[in-house]
């Protein structure tokens, strides 16, 4: 397990440094004077609050920490934000710039999270079937290879191309991590107001992941940068979303969801429909013919999946790790800092895969469509702990607790240890 722990301390530590970096450099629009004028606000683009409102500067002030991770006390008194360690006052605006703005060391991040996927050997379950159905493609047969695949149009077209210059598959999962790492990374630079957390938690939650479901994974990471452009650029938005498509097929359930919970809010009552939804789907979906139907027509495997079985308590700890995290950052900080819009929705676009993780307790296929949507923890989480009092102590609890997750799934599932390269062969 040391080359994955040594891989999380790694980026993590270049993501944060990035920022730290970032925060230092000159300012590129002049604010001096403009934070104590009230009224002022932020633009859009704020601190991570995308098009869905503003903030005046005279109520939102960051200093930026010592570990170069901008997270924030709120004062009692005020809506003021600042870090204990010292520093030059810097408007919220200022601190969402500065992470969005990429450094060297944001570069090396990204270049680390690809090669370990990239330079892995016969490491994950589903291996060896990546590496058989590449090997068995004919570059000189395309309509053939599109008319036998069993795959979806985008991810043979891949490995097509792929072939095309190369018979060595090693280079499919070279193209795969890039298509997985570098989305991801661009969306955590968009909307995170603390990317080295944000990188920390992808590592801990999702990376791994992306080692079996090779293809789904890179509509996930696709989407996940999609989403961060919905109702702002919304051609951006569609042209990756049918991108994704076309690599996995159950990405239409993905985009459905995110268009429609687009306006709603994580509210006691909104909770509870997805809870209680989730539970009632749970308890009838095997004996549910037309769910079978409906993802056989997706793909043929799919129904086979769903007969697959039960999942392991894995999946029972999963949930409870994304319940524990939701409570805490919505219902326990919000007491303090209300969600906003763009906060809201993440809380809900998570919580939408806690329930498909429950309706997944009773099969595997539904509980891995989870990940379109846990993903976007890894915003929500830091973005609404910077806003939090104590949060040195919450960071470093919610920290632990991602570490712990990390290591039992590195463990336990997946096949993902020993880690070993194909230049060691």
């Known amino acids: 397990m040391t080359p994955y722990f040594i891989l999380l301390v790694v980026v993590t530590a270049l993501a944060a440094l990035s920022f730290r970096v970032a925060l230092k450099r000159p300012r590129e629009v002049p604010t001096a004077g403009a934070a104590d004028v009230q009224g002022r606000t932020v633009g859009p683009r704020a601190a991570g609050t995308g098009s869905t409102g503003t903030r005046t500067l005279s109520t939102s002030r960051y200093r930026p920490g010592s570990a170069g991770v901008a997270l924030a006390t709120r004062t009692a008194s005020s809506t003021r934000y600042r870090a204990r360690s010292a520093g030059a ?42 590496e058989l159905v ?9 309509a053939s290879d599109f008319a036998e695949s069993t795959q979806e149009v985008g991810y043979t077209l891949l490995m097509l191309v792929i072939k095309a210059f190369t018979e060595d ?17 661009l969306g955590i630079k968009r909307l995170s107001m603390d990317p080295g957390f944000a990188v920390a938690l992808f590592v801990a939650f999702e990376y791994t992941s992306s080692f079996n479901a090779l293809r789904q994974y890179i509509a996930v990471a696709l989407l996940f940068l999609a989403w961060t452009y919905l109702g702002r650029k919304n051609v951006v938005f569609w042209v990756l979303a049918i991108i994704a498509l076309s690599f996995h097929m159950t990405a239409i359930l993905a985009i459905v969801v995110m268009l429609v919970v687009r306006r709603w809010r994580p509210t006691l009552q909104t909770t509870l429909f997805f809870l209680g939804g989730a539970l009632v789907a749970a308890a009838g979906v095997r004996a549910a013919p037309f769910l079978v139907s409906f993802l056989e027509v997706l793909n043929p495997r799919y129904g086979d999946y769903l007969d697959s079985g039960q999942t392991g308590i894995g999946s029972y700890l999963s949930i409870i790790a994304y319940l524990a995290l939701l409570v805490l950052v919505v219902f326990v900080g919000s007491r303090r800092a209300p969600l906003t819009r763009l906060e809201s929705q993440l809380a809900v676009l998570v919580l939408a895969g806690v329930a498909l993780m429950i309706v997944g307790t009773q099969a595997i296929v539904l509980s891995r469509l989870s ?22 102590l919450i960071t470093l609890l919610v920290l632990l607790a991602a570490v712990a997750y990390y290591a039992l799934g590195v463990q336990n599932y997946g096949e993902v240890i020993p880690y070993r390269t194909y230049l060691g062969q």
């Open 89 to 130: 006052i810097v408007t919220e605006e200022e601190t969402a710039r500065a992470a969005r703005r990429w450094t060297v060391f944001d570069v090396a991040a990204v270049t680390v999270l690809i090669a370990f996927s990239g330079l892995r050997y016969d490491v994950g379950t589903d291996y060896p079937t990546y």
């Open 134 to 142: 590449f090997n068995s493609m004919n570059p000189d047969d395309w």
């Open 169 to 185: 598959p090693k280079a499919l999962f070279w193209v795969a991590a890039v298509l997985t790492v570098l989305p991801v990374y």
């Open 371 to 392: 990940g379109y949507f846990g993903i976007f923890a890894i915003l929500l989480v830091p973005n609404r702990i910077a806003k939090m009092q104590d949060r040195t």
